[in-house]
């Protein structure tokens, strides 16, 4: 069984995410402000954690980052809209992925269990996203069994979508990945790519979905 | 008194003003007065109180003139104390030697005293005016702190506002999903929901962008992601309308906020739906000419009332015998994004019915290649 930590500041939210979480099989546990949830996450090292970034006194941010000083627990941020800023930098210190206020009770357990399947676990060279298969070992790439032609770039920057596939990268994170900061106007570059790999993999295949002022997200729509 | 050159204050050759003459001829006047009140208490003084006199005098007229009549009378008394004062009188010629050190002291004594309490009022004078131009500087940080204080703090305020108003909404989505979807009541709050959603959202948009706190982020993008990321929300609302989508393939890169042209497309989508009958087409048409992006919008509605093209960006403005619901923030939000990006859009009636909204937004391209 999952172990599950709330931190939001509503107490109406928590009960409700404790009711959600609970139905479906989560133990949970919840704090109203950051440093009780940093406690918590200490005592009772949960699988996964529901973070609000509007917190009073210590805010969201700086709860994730006194939080990945030690842990690696998988995060998701709860936010509401227009902080593309905001969200944006809780994803480079740490966050896995977010919902944006009010969301749907499918969204957020499906965002859950996708940042639970973890960062890659690299057991094996391969990296399977529906119909999408990634060899490592062979940098080569097919769809349903068809071998795609990629370019060096196109196969790293696929690599980092798959190895993210369902989570939210952002465009700095992947930029950092494919690139290591070596373009002179690297989001044109990116933008480009992201082209090119669109048309490359086609309807068949996952869809690279753009998520404005914030990255991309590969969906296996199958 | 060596440093007659560098305390000469800024060598300005400025022409002596009219303030300088009067102090010229009242100088001399002064030297006069106290020379011949000087002369008729002779008798009882003796010539060194009248040197001690004209020494007050200079100290004196320091505190209040310019250097040069000052030093002008510096050199006058000293004459006039020697010609009437120093024996033998009536003449420049000294007898005793100790005279003559006197005399030369006295001169010393006066020039430098007159050049020294000179100088010491121009350096408080650039003094005073340093401390003016601090205070003017001060004054100005000072307001532009205050100025940057209370747009933090109006941030601060709608922020909370916004946080305020979207909790509840929040919650209440998130509990009519744990009702499940079987109820027709929860559908009916679920709507009503949404509703609420969406005026709270236009509320806060529109406070955001007459308050002018929105800086556009230009970013390379390609239009297809910004129209989906404009459809996505409204999904459901688009869902009884067939979208047309034409031009967008043949665009090359953009450099665009593609957040509010989104968030602009998303309003102008929904006016669309509200107004188009079910079942009708909505199309999309995207095109550039030059380095201006044009995005037209037409659906197959009633069209626009007659005269009504530009009162329907107006705040609240709601046609007449338009559908009940909605707040008439939606299209002056819409605009006012359009403009805050320097870009603008307008309506008109398509001759062959339906509105037809129009956006231009100026853009830096280069071919998608």
Aim: net charge negative; with cysteine; charged share 25%.
């Amino acid at each position: 069984m999952s172990k599950a930590l709330i931190i939001d500041d509503e107490q109406q939210m928590r009960r409700l995410l404790r009711m959600v979480l609970e139905s479906r099989g989560y133990e949970v546990c919840e704090a109203a402000e950051g440093q009780l949830g940093l406690q918590e996450a200490a005592f009772h090292r949960p699988d996964v954690v529901l973070l609000d970034l509007g917190l009073p006194g210590m805010n969201g941010i700086e709860v994730l980052k006194r939080l990945r000083e030690w842990s690696d627990v998988p995060v998701l941020i709860l936010s509401v809209r227009d902080q593309e800023t905001i969200k944006v930098e809780a994803l480079e210190n740490g966050a896995d992925d977010y919902v944006t206020k009010p969301f749907g009770t499918a969204e957020l357990l499906a965002r859950l269990t996708v940042i639970q399947r973890r960062r890659f676990t690299r057991q094996s060279a391969e990296i399977i996203v529906g119909p999408l298969k990634l060899d490592l070992l062979h940098h080569e790439a097919s769809l349903d069994e068809v071998p795609l032609k990629l370019t060096p770039t196109e196969f790293a920057l696929l690599k980092v979508l798959a190895e993210h596939a369902g989570r939210i990268v952002t465009q700095n994170q992947i930029m950092k990945q494919v690139w290591a900061g070596q373009t002179s106007d690297p989001s044109e570059g990116l933008r480009v790519h992201i082209n090119h790999l669109r048309k490359k993999i086609g309807e068949a295949g996952p869809r690279i979905v753009n998520e404005p002022g914030i990255g991309y997200r590969l969906e296996d729509g199958s | 008194m060596s440093d007659s050159k560098s305390s000469s204050a800024p060598p300005s050759p400025k022409p002596v003003s009219l303030a300088e003459v009067g102090q010229y001829s009242c100088g001399l006047t002064l030297v006069f007065v106290l020379a011949s009140s000087c002369w008729v208490l002779l008798p009882y003084t003796g010539d060194l109180f009248v040197a001690l006199v004209f020494l007050m005098a200079i100290v004196l007229a320091g505190t209040w003139w310019n250097r040069g009549p000052v030093l002008m009378m510096a050199v006058v008394s000293a004459l006039v104390w020697n010609y009437f004062f120093i024996p033998p009188q009536y003449t420049l010629h000294i007898d005793k030697p100790q005279d003559m050190v006197m005399f030369s002291l006295f001169f010393i004594v006066a020039l430098s005293m007159g050049h020294l309490i000179t100088r010491l009022r121009a350096r408080e004078a650039t003094l005073a005016q340093h401390h003016q131009e601090r205070e003017h500087l001060l004054e100005l940080k000072h307001r532009a702190e205050l100025l940057a204080e209370s747009e933090r703090l109006h941030r601060t305020l709608l922020d909370s506002v916004a946080h305020e108003l979207k909790t509840p909404i929040a919650i209440i989505r998130t509990a009519l999903d744990g009702l499940g979807q079987g109820n027709p009541y929860a559908c009916e709050i679920e709507t009503a929901n949404r509703r609420l959603q969406r005026i709270v959202e236009n509320f806060l948009e529109m406070t955001r962008v007459e308050s002018e706190a929105l800086e556009p982020q230009p970013d390379w993008c390609e239009i297809g992601d910004v129209l989906h990321a404009a459809i996505k929300p409204i999904q459901q609302e688009l869902s009884e309308h067939t979208l047309l989508i034409t031009g967008t393939k043949d665009l090359p890169l953009l450099r665009l906020d593609s957040r509010l042209l989104a968030q602009v497309m998303g309003n102008v989508l929904h006016n669309a739906t509200r107004y188009a009958p079910a079942g009708t087409d909505i199309e999309i048409q995207a095109s550039l000419a030059g380095s201006t992006l044009e995005l037209r919008v037409r659906d197959h509605g009633p069209g626009l009332p007659l005269g009504a093209e530009d009162q329907l960006f107006e705040k609240f403005y709601r046609a007449p015998d338009s559908p009940a619901g909605g707040t008439g923030l939606g299209l002056a939000i819409a605009r006012g994004l359009m403009r805050a990006m320097k870009g603008d859009m307008e309506a008109h009636t398509h001759p062959t019915g339906g509105a037809e909204f129009v956006l231009h937004l100026p853009v830096k391209t280069r071919s998608a290649a």
